[in-house]
């Protein structure tokens, strides 16, 4: 993919980031470069949650959903990624719309390292999944903008 072409499709629109788990889903909004951590959804029930990132999807007008892909460090799939994979064509189904992947390897950290920074509560580290999110987004842009 050339930078000029990614740039043309992403400048001006929204995206939905994704950290997808089995327990729990973390999603971020981001246009242009900004992100916002949104929320964290049960991820037990897939159905229920595909729905409600649909729900915020549409409410923001999201163009497309930017999903973390953890990958080895050689860049290989592994048991989780298609586990990724198949919600992600779940959620293409049903929303009718893109989903981008991008390496999450390390966004999990990155978000854990940050609330610290941020004096966040030990209670509120353990759910950092919508930082994560935002660093899954956020890594999409720099590869696009």
Not at 14 to 34: H, S, T
Not at 62 to 78: C, I, R, S
């Amino acid at each position: 993919m050339s930078k000029k072409k990614d740039n043309q499709s992403v400048k001006g629109k929204n995206f939905l980031g994704i950290d997808y788990g089995g327990r729990n889903i973390g999603v971020a909004l981001g246009k242009d470069g900004y992100v916002t951590p949104l929320k964290i959804i049960d991820g037990k029930n897939q159905n229920s949650a595909i729905a409600e990132i649909i729900r915020i999807a549409l409410e923001n007008k999201v163009e497309a959903f930017v999903m973390g892909l953890p990958l080895t460090a050689e860049g290989k799939e592994t048991t989780q990624s298609l586990k990724n994979r198949h919600f992600a064509k779940l959620l293409k189904i049903k929303s009718r719309k893109k989903v981008l992947f991008c390496n999450e390897e390390g966004s999990t950290q990155e978000a854990l390292d940050s609330l610290i920074a941020t004096g966040a509560s030990s209670r509120k580290r353990r759910y950092s999944d919508n930082v994560a999110a935002g660093i899954i987004l956020k890594r999409f842009f720099q590869e696009s903008l």
